[in-house]
């Protein structure tokens, strides 16, 4: 167990309105990443963190922002959702070890009708 | 981008068989990660590879970083009904801290 929690892990919104996800981690990792599943598609990168403040995006970005104001705390907003957003979005964290090894968080269901 | 090409997509297998499943990609990657995911959860890290040719196990679980860098195979062996599941490769992109997954292998075992 990492000590990873996501917020909420369930969601119905509309299209069009904001939504923000929280990922909060209790162990003080410098790494965190924000991952999106789809059947068919695996994991794909959406935004990932590199320390307080200091963040990049990946694969799959548009359409997304995130946030790290504090170490243990990575949002994940939604500006304007859309239907193409409904998935399961995965928080990880990456280790300082070895490999930055990645321990996830379990998920939240986001909705967009 | 880069892609992970992980196979079989799904298996259905019967109690106590071995199973092998790998991942191949065009790209060479640096660390080689397998992970288990049950339905409604996030996926858990089962095994870490560091370098070619490498060969770890965890339990039943036994998985080999390829040589050439670009592949990796776990097996399970003596299934048992609690291995179903998906299974997923991770492979960590050259100089980052960055993974690239692939689509995963669902496993079913019949009792």
């Known amino acids: 167990d990492a000590g990873i929690t996501q917020s909420p892990r369930h969601k119905v919104t509309e299209t069009g309105t904001p939504v923000t996800l929280r990922c909060h981690q209790t162990e003080n990792h410098r790494y965190m990443y924000w991952y999106r599943q789809d059947p068919g598609h695996g994991l794909r990168l959406i935004h990932y963190?590199?320390?307080?403040?200091?963040?990049d995006k990946g694969e799959v970005s548009d359409g997304y922002s995130v946030s790290r104001s504090k170490t243990e705390d990575f949002l994940l907003t939604l500006e304007s959702a859309t239907s193409s957003q409904t998935s399961v979005y995965f928080c990880?964290?990456?280790?300082?070890?070895?490999?930055?090894?990645?321990?996830f968080g379990p998920g939240t269901r986001l909705t967009v009708t | 981008g880069q892609q992970l090409n992980q196979s079989p997509q799904s298996m259905f297998i019967q109690e106590g068989e071995d199973v092998s499943m790998n991942c191949t990609s065009s790209?060479?990657?640096?660390?080689w990660l397998w992970y288990k995911q049950d339905p409604g959860e996030g996926p858990v890290l089962l095994i870490a590879?560091?370098?070619?040719?490498e060969l770890t196990s965890n339990g039943r679980l036994t998985a080999q970083f390829g040589i050439t860098r670009k592949d990796s195979f776990l097996n399970i062996s003596a299934s048992i009904p609690s291995d179903v599941g998906i299974y997923f490769c991770a492979g960590r992109v050259s100089g980052t801290y960055k993974y690239i997954f692939g689509t995963g292998t669902r496993l079913k075992v019949l009792a």
């Open positions: 590879l560091y370098k070619a040719g």
């Open positions: 790209s060479i990657f640096n660390t």
């Open positions: 990880a964290i990456g280790t300082a070890g070895r490999a930055y090894e990645q321990y």
């Open positions: 963190s590199y320390g307080v403040k200091d963040t």
